[in-house]
């Protein structure tokens, strides 16, 4: 009679050593998200414009569509280091934010 040991799955770990956590990626998200609320209060006529017109919703959604599918889904397949990954957002978001 054979007995077997019983194998724990294993644990997740990261790939690398050097990879960063994966709320690097989140940096730029929160500063996009603190710069339009920063402008939403300061300048609340500019949030009652988006929803007034259908031009500047339909623009609002484009960007923010955009946001996520550069975020999700194209980043991720052409950038395998979050660091890099990290500071295009970055730049995406100054760009936006400015």
């Known amino acids: 009679m054979t007995t077997q ?9 990261r790939t690398s050593r050097h990879e960063p956590p994966r709320w690097v990626e ?15 209060i300061a300048n609340t006529n500019a949030v009652r414009d ?3 017109g259908t031009q500047a919703f339909a623009v609002t959604l484009g960007i923010a569509v955009g946001w996520l599918f550069l975020w999700l ?5 052409l950038v395998a280091n979050r660091w890099i990954r990290s500071g295009i ?3 995406v978001s100054l ?3 400015f």
């Open 73 to 77: 889904v194209v980043l991720p397949r």
């Open 5 to 13: 040991t019983p194998t724990r799955p294993p644990t997740p770990t």
């Open 26 to 40: 989140l940096l730029p998200v929160a500063l996009l998200g603190v710069a339009f609320a920063a402008k939403a």
């Open 89 to 91: 957002l970055l730049v």
């Open 95 to 97: 760009v936006l934010i």
């Open 50 to 52: 988006v929803f007034s």
